[in-house]
């Protein structure tokens, strides 16, 4: 028998799904996850040394939803700028049988990257927030500052710090419109000075943010470990915060900077237990929180099935 499989582009993708609507299906997958309520096996990783390559393969499923998917991600670095690419397989949860190729170029995958980190500050970030350090020039900065809009609203001063100043001029030059009161800087520590959210999103092997260099109160979203020894953050700050959260508590001690500090990982509270109320989120304005964040694939499925469940018409079909 026929089996029809939509075709649906980048364009398509993107007419779908909104950051709003992905950082409402983010929370609901991380709750999910931490209370027994999705499918999640280990994370593929594969290299391409030769050209700087990074693939990684997630998939997942979330009890109840009309699909599971499986995302093939890659970013190759020896570019300038790197070459992000990327691919979902949306397959039916009742049958099995594949329902859709989202040929998105990598747009779920930094979407839901950023809505993870707007999740996080929904929970964490002080309630008022002027200042944000981003560290880091590439596609991730404009999605981790657009879903943090949606949940924190107002705020003017971005500094965005970045290895090789002609990126971070470039990076700025894109994000000026939206966000006018942005600027580059020279070093980390003038990026973190008085910022109240701090966005780390680098591709760096050894720590670039020290404790001594954060605002008493402040919230450090770290988006940037996907992978083993990348680091970040200096230990010290996952053992000073006062609230230190993960996204899976198991892949980061794999992956993340909680790989770096493992003796912190029995305190490390899960995202999905705030976002289902089993456990608190910041409390006090001068809390010192931290997020670790390593990206799930139920973030992918979540993703996937609004846009399934939005695209109307869209795209094309084909039969297998």
């Known amino acids: 028998m026929a089996t029809t499989v939509r ?3 980048e364009a398509d993708v993107r007419a779908a799904l909104d950051m709003a609507s992905c950082i409402d299906a983010c929370a609901d997958a991380f709750a999910a996850y931490s209370t027994g309520g999705a499918e999640l096996p280990d994370v593929i990783h594969l290299n391409v040394p030769e050209s700087e390559g990074e693939i990684h393969v997630k998939a997942g499923h979330l009890h109840g939803a009309r699909y599971y998917a499986v ?15 990327g691919l979902v397989m949306v397959f039916e949860a009742r049958h099995g049988a594949p329902a859709a190729f989202l040929l998105d170029n990598g747009f779920i995958t930094d979407l839901r990257t950023g809505a993870a980190g707007g999740v996080a500050a929904k929970h964490l970030a002080p309630e008022r927030v002027r200042a944000v350090a981003v560290l880091g020039t590439g596609g991730q ?14 705020f003017s001063d971005v500094r ?34 008085d910022a109240d959210v701090v966005i780390t999103c680098t591709a760096a092997r050894e720590p670039l943010v020290q404790l001594g260099w954060l605002k008493p109160g402040a919230h450090v979203t770290a988006v940037g470990s996907d992978g083993q020894d990348k680091q970040e953050l200096d230990p010290a700050i ?14 980061c001690l794999r ?9 912190q990982a029995d305190r490390a509270v899960e995202l999905g237990t705030i976002c289902a109320g089993s456990a608190s989120g910041r409390t006090d304005v001068a809390q010192l929180t931290v997020c670790d964040l390593t990206g799930l694939g139920v973030q992918d499925v979540a993703a996937a099935n609004v846009v399934m469940e939005r ?3 869209r795209g094309d079909t084909l039969e297998l």
Do not use: M
């Open 71 to 85: 995302k093939v991600a890659s970013g190759f670095y020896a570019q300038d700028p790197p070459a992000i690419d």
């Open 160 to 193: 965005v710090w970045g290895r090789n100043a002609e990126h971070a001029a470039r990076c700025v030059a894109d994000l000026v419109a939206a966000y006018p009161e942005t600027h580059a800087v020279s070093t980390v520590e003038e990026a973190l000075r």
């Open 141 to 154: 900065v404009r999605q981790q500052l657009d879903a943090l809009a949606v949940v924190r609203p107002g």
């Open 238 to 251: 996952l053992e000073a915060a006062d609230l230190l959260v993960v996204d899976s508590r198991d892949q």
């Open 311 to 313: 695209a109307g018409d």
């Open 255 to 263: 992956l993340g900077e909680l790989q770096h500090a493992p003796g």
């Open 7 to 9: 075709i649906l582009r």
